[in-house]
T-cell receptor, first 110, second 114 residues
Framework: QKEVEQDPGPLSVPEGAIVSLNCTYS??????FMWYRQYSRKGPELLMY????GNKEDGRFTAQVDKSSKYISLFIRDSQPSDSATYLC??????????FGAGTRLTVKP | DTEVTQTPKHLVMGMTNKKSLKCEQH?????MYWYKQKAKKPPELMFV???????INESVPSRFSPECPNSSLLNLHLHALQPEDSALYLC?????????????FGPGTRLTVL
């Protein structure tokens, strides 16, 4: 079993839709949770960072963490074609050994 | 300034060549990282430096040799690479521990080994 599981998609939605991206994990030592967006042939860009269970909102993005279920989510409201990218969940414990999910390829169609 | 810079952007090298990748950040971060990313795969951690000292080596072959000359610079020396080492090499930096230690990535160096 992989430490971090993420459905690679691809996921295609119409413009304006709400997008839900999810990851599950098995390592209870993970304490810090991140979502990165990566455009083709570019480096990952940090979108959201959380370290406690609950919701965190930033503009059209909401990150949700449920440590009891070992489940994290990213919601994108009013999705735009410019949101088309690969979304990577990432997590780490107290050491700097970050682990990524497989990444979900998202396409938002105009 | 939340920027991590990497040079070169692209590199093509033969299996007998010696080359180096460079990474620089001026955010005052004291942890720096090298990742390898193959096409359509997530980044894989290679090395972690904390306060200029190597703290994690994820069993990377010795043909990859990291170096951290100071708190702002990170190098990756390459020698006798194989074609399967062709990938995007990403550098990242962060504060060393605790809260607020999210990693910021550079744009990467796309390496092709012939």
């Amino acid at each position: 079993q992989k430490e971090v599981e993420q459905d690679p998609g691809p996921l295609s939605v119409p413009e304006g839709a709400i997008v839900s991206l999810n990851c599950t994990y098995s390592n209870s030592a993970f304490q810090y949770f991140m979502w990165y967006r990566q455009y083709s042939r570019k480096g990952p860009e940090l979108l959201m960072y959380t370290y406690s269970s609950g919701n965190k909102e930033d503009g059209r993005f909401t990150a949700q963490v449920d440590k009891s279920s070992k489940y994290i989510s990213l919601f994108i409201r009013d999705s735009q074609p410019s949101d088309s990218a690969t979304y990577l969940c990432a997590m780490r414990g107290i050491y700097n050994d970050m682990r990524f999910g497989a990444g979900t390829r998202l396409t938002v169609k105009p | 300034d939340t920027e991590v810079t990497q040079t070169p952007k692209h590199l093509v090298m033969g299996m007998t060549n010696k080359k180096s990748l460079k990474c620089e950040q001026h955010m005052g971060h004291r942890a720096m990282y090298w990742y390898k990313q193959k096409a359509k795969k997530p980044p894989e951690l290679m090395f972690v430096y904390s306060y200029e000292k190597l703290s994690i080596n994820e069993s990377v072959p010795s043909r990859f040799s990291p170096e951290c000359p100071n708190s702002s610079l990170l190098n990756l020396h390459l020698h006798a690479l194989q074609p399967e080492d062709s990938a995007l090499y990403l550098c990242a930096s962060s504060w060393t521990s605790g809260k607020g230690n999210e990693q910021f990535f550079g744009p990467g160096t796309r390496l092709t080994v012939l």
